[in-house]
């Protein structure tokens, strides 16, 4: 393949890590950071899996506007140009991000990032194609996977600790309630009406809460006492501002402690009263995240563990309903645990970061892409031939033996994983009352983003060896268990909640290496399928109905999950990967395919 002088001069070091560190990036921030960006608003969970999930169209459409991207200008400019939309798009975020309706003004700007990710996707491999020999192709290929894999761990492991660290040093020191579980105290009240309103102390703004300490009686309560002790609570911290300003609160203030009955046990429960010390200056609100630390996890919170205060009620309290199992019968303790944080500006610094490199990426990329001589838009006049052979490979692809069977199990292969890699963020971050295992985002982005990115890149590199060894029919089927067995890790964490986070890393790390090494047999699939004329444009194809197979499992994975719970959700995943198994006995794989000839 020609290139120009000014091609040829440039060196490959000068562009190629650039180029592919920048298209896995967006990516990264689209359908990894957005899951977390949005958990840490709070966003529920049916709604990020539901929109970040069709946030994949674009990827299942690239295909078809690819010829676009073929005829019109050169793949160099369109490079460029994308690195500007996405710039642009980022600085969109970053802007909408402290507006009202954040939710919907910043998915619009992330479905810009993802048609522009996805274009930059087309026109990068095309000028990787052109822009360098056969030979350098082969060659350089490693590097620019490493580079893409960067920028995954950059996405999802760097960025999100950054913004974890600085939600960690902006917010207010955190504060911690003892609860212990004893015989010893009654309680004769539940809600004090002295609570209800804090009074300002102290000269610095701090998180409040009252009493510091609890004792929770030991036993047994009324379901009659116990509904409508929660159904006041849950009004007061979704009317507190409205209920203040009223003198009346004698009939949310009082209710008695009843007596158990017989064959209707219900756990004891008390309450704490959580608001500031004291006006804040400056800020809009303030999110407090409360929910259990460590200590028994039979000592349980009920209520909502996302509490936003703002100027105007920081000295309304949140009521905090804590509620002991009713078959306890020996002391215990837990620590509840307040953290606050500057969310809004973390995320608006961490998008700023991205937004940054972009604008750089562009005015690098600029200045350093070489100038490829076969790099340029097809004639006008030869445009409607180009459409008829771009409909004719349609048709090629469609017409292949037993395609029906390939696109099917292209489609169900990861039909649980689909499901997983959506709720899997959610529930790492989610509260331990709403069944998570309450991660801080910095721990977050150190098991995903680090040790399991590198996990899946030496599952990945494993699965690439053996199947050069035996090929892919001889390994397909232990790659598919690899890649689905370790699911159960979900399984175990979701009941056992545990609170070790080496323990939580290694299980992650494992199920992520699985995942690496069965995902090869998927790729190789893939390729089969593409073998013949127009593998390129074929291969594409495949891609495209992989990325639908992630979108619609991903779309509705948040309901299921806030439907059913989190435990019997990663059960329903392991069942959801069965199909995909069933489906190898009936694929026709060349017992060659994948293994390395004895010539090279």
Do not use: C
């Amino acid at each position: 393949m020609s290139q120009s002088k000014a091609s040829k001069r440039r060196s490959p070091w000068l562009w190629i890590p650039s180029l592919y560190f920048a298209e896995g990036l967006p990516y990264t921030v689209v359908m990894l950071i957005a899951v977390v960006f949005y958990k840490r608003m709070g966003i529920s969970n049916t709604e990020i899996a539901l929109y970040t999930s069709w946030l994949y169209l674009p990827w299942v459409l690239k295909p078809l506007w690819s010829p676009i991207v073929e005829i019109l200008r050169t793949k160099r400019f369109w490079i460029i140009t994308m690195q500007l939309l996405i710039g642009a798009g980022l600085g969109g975020v970053v802007l909408t991000i402290p507006m009202p309706g954040f939710f919907q003004l910043t998915l619009g700007f992330f479905w810009l990032l993802a048609f522009s990710s996805a274009t930059h996707d087309i026109a990068a491999d095309g000028f990787y194609m052109i822009g360098l020999s056969q030979h350098d192709q082969a060659w350089w290929v490693g590097i620019r996977s490493t580079f893409y894999r960067l920028a995954i761990i950059a996405g999802q492991g760097g960025l999100i600790i950054f913004a974890g660290m600085i939600e960690s040093n902006t917010g207010l020191a955190d504060l911690d309630l003892q609860v212990e579980a004893s015989p010893k105290h009654h309680i004769e009240h539940q809600i004090n009406p002295d609570l209800l309103r804090f009074e300002e102390w102290g000269d610095d703004l701090q998180l409040h809460i009252q009493p510091s300490a609890i004792e929770v009686e030991l036993g047994t309560q009324t379901v009659t006492s116990y509904d409508s002790l929660l159904t006041m609570v849950n009004y007061w911290n979704t009317h507190r501002l409205e209920l203040s300003d009223t003198s009346d609160l004698a009939n949310l203030a009082f209710v008695d402690y009843q007596a158990p009955e017989p064959g209707d046990p219900v756990g004891i429960t008390a309450l704490a009263y959580i608001g500031l010390s004291k006006r804040p200056e400056g800020r809009e609100e303030i999110v407090v995240s409360f929910g259990h630390e460590s200590g028994d996890k039979s000592i349980k919170l009920l209520t909502e563990t996302r509490l936003v205060f703002h100027p105007d009620d920081w000295n309304v309290p949140y009521l905090a309903l804590i509620q002991l199992h009713p078959y306890m019968k020996d002391a215990a303790s837990a620590t509840f645990r307040a953290r606050s944080g500057n969310i809004s500006l973390a995320w608006t610094l961490s998008f700023t970061l991205l937004a940054g490199m972009f604008v750089f990426f562009f005015i690098y990329h600029y200045f350093f892409l070489p100038k490829p001589a076969d790099d340029k838009g097809t004639d006008v006049e030869s445009a409607a031939v180009f459409f008829n052979d771009y409909f004719l490979t349609f048709k090629a692809y469609f017409t292949k033996e037993k395609i029906g069977l390939a696109i099917t199990f292209i489609l169900i292969y990861r039909f649980g994983e689909a499901q997983l890699v959506k709720v899997a963020p959610l529930f790492m971050l989610d509260s331990v009352e709403a069944g998570g295992l309450a991660l801080t985002t910095q721990q977050y982005g150190f098991i995903y983003g680090t040790l399991g990115a590198i996990m899946l890149t030496l599952g990945g590199i494993l699965g690439g060896l053996v199947a050069s060894r035996n090929g892919l029919k001889y390994w397909i089927l232990w790659m598919a268990l690899a890649m689905k067995l370790p699911d159960v890790v979900y399984v175990f964490l979701s009941y056992a909640q545990p609170e070790n986070f080496t323990m939580i890393a290694a299980m992650v790390g494992v199920e992520q290496f699985g995942y690496g090494f069965g995902f090869t047999a998927y790729m190789l699939y893939m390729i089969t399928v593409a073998e013949g004329d127009h593998k390129t444009a074929h291969y594409a194809i495949n891609t495209g109905f992989m990325a639908l197979g992630m979108m619609i499992p991903g779309m509705f994975s948040g309901w299921l999950q806030e439907t059913i719970g989190y435990q019997m959700f990663f059960i329903w995943v392991l069942v959801a990967t069965i199909p995909g198994l069933i489906m190898l006995r009936f694929l026709k794989i060349d017992p060659e395919f994948g293994k390395k000839s004895k010539e090279k």
